[in-house]
């Protein structure tokens, strides 16, 4: 079955940093794209960035490019984005979903608020 | 990077049918075979319910169909149940190699 746990979310300050992590098991992770998409409550859904299984591929919606930086480690089989410079309007659900979105994992809150 | 249109609410009743429409570019959904559409209940993660204009993963029902035309998309659920009431987002591939979601539509199941 597979799993995708993300943790590292929580209440942050503007300008502010935060490291999300997505930890994966069911498949083989170093053979799959992943992604980070988010959800503003109440809003829709929202695609941030995404990377190719080996890392060499990484693109960014224009909303967080410059600010936040995602990367892997197939070796423990574990995803992350890395979110600088935060703003309020990051304030979401962040999912990390395996490959076109075939399985998501539960999500983790950020809030960015002073 | 611009979301792709979908209504903001359809409704039905049981056992009717439904169709949701996203529309796109040629730069995104006239231009890939890489549209899926999601299924979110409330404080749920979204479930892939379509992937690649009209291909179904396993154990979702055959209720639910895809299609394309030009820069639209369409998801139809037919035989409406009541636990289909949810949010249902598309998504296609866009020509930056990115990815870009529809605004999302409410179905209603009167």
């Known amino acids: 079955e597979v799993q995708l746990v993300e943790s590292g979310g929580g209440l942050v300050k503007p300008g502010g940093s935060l490291r999300l992590s997505c930890a994966a098991s069911g498949f083989t992770f170093s053979s799959y794209s992943m992604n980070w998409v988010r959800q503003a409550p109440g809003k829709g859904l929202e695609w941030v960035s995404s990377i190719s299984s080996s890392s060499s591929y990484i693109y960014y919606a224009d909303s967080v490019k410059g600010r936040f930086t995602i990367s892997r480690d197939n070796a423990k089989n574990s995803l992350y984005l890395q979110m600088n410079s935060l703003r309020a309007e990051d304030t979401a659900v962040y999912y990390c979903a395996r490959d076109s979105g075939a399985d998501w994992g539960q999500g983790t809150l950020v809030t960015v608020s002073s | 990077q611009s979301a792709l249109t979908q209504p903001a609410s359809v409704s039905g009743s049981p056992g009717q049918s439904i169709t949701i429409s996203c529309t796109g570019t040629?730069?995104?959904?006239?231009?890939?075979?890489?549209v899926s559409w999601y299924q979110q209940h409330p404080g749920k993660a979204p479930k892939l319910m379509i992937y690649?204009?009209?291909n179904r993963p396993s154990g979702v029902s055959n209720r639910f169909s895809g299609s394309k035309s030009g820069n639209t998309a369409s998801l139809t659920i037919s035989g409406l149940q009541a636990e289909d009431e949810a949010d249902y987002y598309c998504?296609?591939?866009?020509?930056?190699?990115?990815?870009?979601f529809g605004g999302g539509t409410k179905l209603t199941v009167l």
């Open positions: 040629s730069s995104d959904v006239g231009g890939y075979n890489y």
């Open positions: 690649e204009v009209s």
């Open positions: 998504s296609s591939y866009t020509s930056s190699s990115t990815w870009v």
